[in-house]
Every structure is written in structure tokens, then in C-alpha cells.
């Protein structure tokens, strides 16, 4: 109960019964369950957190049909926008990696920085190429890592993307750059 109390930056040093430990690990659970609920589709997704997501997680948050891909999704029209015409849910920036490959280890301190200062603004996710090639190659991944960014809507389009490692300032200014404020 410590471990994940401490790993979920939660003082527990004044607790000293295990009831109150358990209660305290409950409050977190249950605010990161609220926080993904509105943020995530899936739930799985968590703000200023990096989530290495398998395809039907990411098919999902995306907002496509499993036989949807990228030529598929529409484009972000009155249907799927919010009042003020923006996407309704926060953008997706994918990573697309493998596990052998340097750079994309490269990328990894670097991707949960950005995701820290996103918070809840993107959602940011990787997925591993070697485990979901399917995915990967309706992606049009040719180099590793890419990175895809998707806007918010309900069925979600691919804004712009790079292939290559990045430092955590590149990252952002990726986005913002490609993101309509």
C-alpha cells in the first residue's frame, strides 16, 4: 500500500493504520478514475502520462471502427466539433516504436516530459510496431519512431507527423505548432 501511495506522490508517513492507507489509495484511484473518464475514451489514458496502448485501446480512443484507417477517418466537421467548432475531445499524439529501435529510446524520457506539460491537453500514447504491425501499416508507419498527430474529434484525423526522435521542446512545439489553439 506504501509503494503505491508513494509511486502515486501521496504522503503516507503520518498513516499509520493499514484502514487509512487503504482509504487514502481508494481517494487516489478513484480521482484518477474521474480525470481519465473525462479525458480518455478508453479510461486507459491518463493526463501528463505516456500509455503504451495495444489496438483496439487506440482504435477506440481514436473514435474509428477496427476496420477504420486513416483514409477512412472523416474530417472534423459540425457532427463531431464541440460549440466553438474545436474537436471535442483533447488531440492524440501517437508514438509508433519497436522496441530494438535506438532512437525510439531515445524518444522515451523525452515523450513523458511533454506529456507532463500537456497534462490534459493531448493525449499521448505509444504503440509497438513489432506487436501491432497490422496497425502500424494501416498507419502508413515507413520509419521509426513516428510521430502522428490526431486531432479530437469523434472520429479522429491525422493532423501531421514526423518520423525521427525529437527532444522533449521539439515534441511540443510539434503540437502546438499543428494544433489550432
Known amino acids: 500500500l506504501r509503494t503505491q501511495l508513494s509511486q502515486n506522490n501521496v504522503r503516507w508517513g503520518n498513516i499509520i493504520e493499514k484502514e487509512e492507507l487503504v482509504q487514502a489509495l481508494c481517494n ?17 489514458v491518463m493526463p501528463g502520462k505516456v500509455t503504451d496502448v495495444d489496438d483496439a485501446v487506440l482504435l477506440r480512443e481514436l473514435g474509428w471502427r477496427p476496420s477504420g484507417n486513416a483514409r477512412d477517418a472523416p474530417a472534423v466537421d459540425a457532427a463531431n466539433t464541440g460549440e466553438k467548432g474545436t ?10 516504436y519497436a522496441t530494438w ?13 511533454a506529456a507532463e506539460e500537456f497534462g490534459p491537453d493531448v493525449r499521448v ?23 502522428i498527430l490526431f486531432d479530437g474529434g469523434e472520429e479522429s484525423r491525422e493532423l501531421k507527423r514526423m518520423e525521427g526522435a525529437l ?4 515534441i511540443v512545439e510539434f503540437v502546438k505548432k499543428n494544433v489550432s489553439a
Open 28 to 44: 487516489v484511484m478513484e480521482r484518477k478514475f474521474e480525470a481519465s473518464k473525462n479525458f480518455s475514451r478508453s479510461g486507459e
Open 87 to 96: 474537436p471535442q475531445h483533447a488531440p492524440i499524439l501517437l508514438d509508433v
Open 101 to 113: 529501435c535506438g532512437p525510439c529510446q531515445f524518444l522515451v524520457p523525452q515523450l513523458q516530459s
Open 125 to 147: 500514447m505509444k504503440l509497438d510496431s513489432d506487436k501491432y504491425p497490422g496497425l502500424a501499416g494501416q498507419l502508413k508507419v515507413a520509419g521509426l519512431p513516428t510521430l
Open 167 to 170: 527532444t522533449k521542446d521539439g
